[in-house]
């Protein structure tokens, strides 16, 4: 790679989608039609069939939507969600805006989902539900987990932000529990130009109550039954994301192939792998794991390759976690001191997943001390 090339983390400006974009746009201003409106409802219709469940409802963040589902199953104070300490702060930020503590269950170090041994563990008489993360596209074990919900008597909600159109076992994601959760957030696999959000369900009682949550709790006009949020999808945001989805799959099948490629060509003593478990893995990131991150970081970057760690910090030690007193995990630790992402996206050329592999495996080995007595 050239020094003056530089491949950049992501890349976010639209490209075969832009002329159905810029109509979208111009559809919602001549509407004059701005907030819940024909754009909303008609995008929820198509989401709703593209993740195979009955009923979307779009809200305002991917953050919101986790928030406004845990409200909807009335957990609130006093009440406990085991969630994953591997994940966007939000997942568990959104516990607390529903007035819950969350509570941490360490990881399964090959699947960095939550691993279902911990969770079991961590369920105490106040467990109201499971919220599991599909991290960096990949489901969590899903299997065991709504096995142990069942058992329990816990919901299971997905957040799904990272994982639009993925599978666990051949299942879409948000189908699996009472109701899963998506972001479209710009840097995710389908992303707005601004922030999203969407509720999947197929319980119609949950999702008519997260309708009147997000506007206000509103059931008629200016009528408000409960304290509700004021967290809607806009309709620029609805129009923008259905002109969009129809190239998910097409972007969702050159994450995979991208990922392929970075498997067969990566060799590198250097670097880890995490293994692929499900068939179903829609790459969200490229993660992979090095005892010598700074190093691989260092040597990537004067590659001219961007790279981004996913994440620096477990939820559990951020300090804005410090009030739920949550407990240690050291898988997540771990983890968190040795991965880093590589560049992932649908707009990235052939040449530079072969450059970004050639870089890697480029990485020379770590000087070894001298001998003391030679
Ligand atoms: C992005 C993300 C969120 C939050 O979504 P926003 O739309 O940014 O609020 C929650 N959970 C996970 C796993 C995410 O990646």
């Not at 004021?230 to 991208?258: F, H, K, V």
């Not at 478990?277 to 004067?302: E, M, N």
């Amino acid at each position: 790679m050239s020094d003056a090339h530089r491949v950049p983390f992501n890349a976010l400006r639209p490209g075969e989608d832009r002329e159905d974009i810029a109509a979208a746009i111009r559809r919602v201003v001549d509407s004059g039609w701005f907030v819940l409106g024909p754009e909303v409802e008609q995008f929820e219709t198509e989401f709703a069939r593209a993740c195979g469940a009955a009923h979307a409802v779009g809200v305002g963040t991917g953050t919101d939507a986790i928030t406004l589902v845990l409200r909807a199953l009335d957990i609130g104070p006093g009440d406990e969600v085991i969630t994953s300490p591997l994940s966007a702060a939000y997942s568990a930020l959104a516990v607390m805006m529903a007035g819950a503590r969350p509570v941490f269950a360490d990881i399964d170090p090959a699947r960095l989902t939550l691993d279902p041994a911990a969770v079991e563990a961590a369920i105490t008489p106040r467990t109201r539900a499971l919220l599991p993360v599909h991290l960096y596209g990949q489901a969590a074990d899903m299997t065991p987990l709504l096995a142990m919900a069942s058992r329990h008597g816990l919901a299971l909600v997905e957040d799904a932000a990272q994982a639009h159109l993925a599978t666990s076992q051949g299942r879409p994601v948000g189908t699996m529990g009472v109701a899963g959760t998506f972001s479209f957030y710009p840097t995710k696999n389908l992303g707005a130009l601004g922030d999203g959000g969407a509720v999947v369900t197929s319980d119609a009682a949950v999702a008519a109550r997260i309708r009147r949550l997000r506007n206000g709790g509103q059931t008629t006009r200016y009528h408000h039954e409960e304290a509700g949020a004021n967290s809607r999808l806009d309709e620029m945001q609805a129009a923008i994301l259905r002109a969009r989805l129809p190239y998910l799959a097409g972007w969702t099948a050159r994450r995979r192939a991208i990922a392929a490629t970075y498997r067969a060509g990566i060799e590198s003593a250097m670097v880890t792998l995490p293994p692929e478990l499900d068939a179903g893995h829609v790459y969200h990131l490229f993660p992979v794991l090095s005892t010598d991150r700074p190093a691989l970081q260092a040597h990537l970057s004067a590659s001219g390759v961007e790279t981004l760690i996913h994440y620096p910090v477990p939820i559990p030690r951020q300090p804005a976690l410090a009030a739920a007193r949550p407990r240690p995990c050291p898988v997540t630790d771990r983890i968190c001191g040795q991965v880093l992402s590589l560049p992932l996206y649908p707009m990235l050329a052939d040449a530079d997943v072969r450059a970004i592999i050639a870089a890697v495996n480029a990485l020379p080995p770590p000087r070894t001390a001298a001998p003391e007595n030679p």
